[in-house]
């Protein structure tokens, strides 16, 4: 049983437009909420977290929005750049030193 | 940079042969985690360590897995014998106190393996 579901394998984009990747969950103890980048052969990277007590969190190009009450979470990237193009990994946690709970991944292509 | 060092990058067995992989996580990090990601699939946690102690191993099968952390350092996993099922990518992770919660956990580049 998913506890962490990414519904959509794969996403393409213009170069200059928004991204908008989504996650859903259905353990409701989750109260860490993160977002990897993958490129290919490489390790995944950390590219922001949000914690339920805050409905958003920005970072620059990055913001995640938290909808606790939907069990959903969202990624958007603006404006989205041709290196920007990874797999993305939404991942949870019970509390901030549980094990990571990691989604399927979506693969998000920019072309420019 | 800090980095998290992993050996082989590649490697190709065929099944029932014994194969191990190996990871050196960021000097002072005191938490450190095997995931294995099958090709579509999430990283899934196979073993976690604290220091030279296991803290979770419940996701392992440990009729052909194992882990150590001898000296609380540098970590070895080993599978024999290894499956078709087992072909994957073996992601080593380090955390300087685990507290993934807010993306302090990183990752090497991973050992590709492939069982024919």
């Known amino acids: 049983d998913q506890q962490v579901k990414q519904n959509s394998p794969s996403l393409s984009v213009q170069e200059g437009r928004i991204s908008i990747l989504n996650c859903d969950y259905t353990n409701s103890m989750f109260d860490y909420f993160l977002w990897y980048k993958k490129y290919p052969a490489e390790g995944p990277t950390f590219l922001i977290s949000?914690?339920?007590?805050?409905d958003k969190n920005e970072d620059g190009r990055f913001t995640v929005f938290l909808n606790k009450s939907a069990k959903h979470l969202s990624l958007h990237i603006v404006p989205s750049q041709p290196g920007d193009s990874a797999v993305y990994f939404c991942a949870a946690s019970e509390g901030g030193y549980s094990t990571l709970t990691f989604g399927k991944g979506t693969m998000l292509l920019v072309s420019p | 940079e800090a980095e998290v060092a992993q050996s082989p990058r590649y490697k190709i067995t065929e099944k029932s042969q014994a194969v191990a992989f190996w990871c050196d996580p960021i000097s002072g990090h005191a938490t450190l985690y095997w995931y294995r990601q099958i090709l579509g699939q999430g990283p899934e946690l196979l073993v976690q360590f604290q220091d030279e102690s296991v803290v979770d191993d419940s996701q392992l099968p440990k009729d052909r897995f194992s882990a150590e952390r001898l000296k609380g350092v540098d970590s070895t996993l080993k599978i024999q014998p290894a499956e078709l099922g087992d072909s994957a990518m073996y992601l080593c992770?380090?955390?300087?106190?685990?507290?993934?919660?807010?993306?302090?956990?990183?990752f090497g580049e991973g050992s590709r393996l492939t069982v024919l």
């Open positions: 992770a380090s955390s300087l106190q685990g507290q993934v919660g807010t993306g302090e956990l990183f």
């Open positions: 949000i914690s339920s007590i805050k």
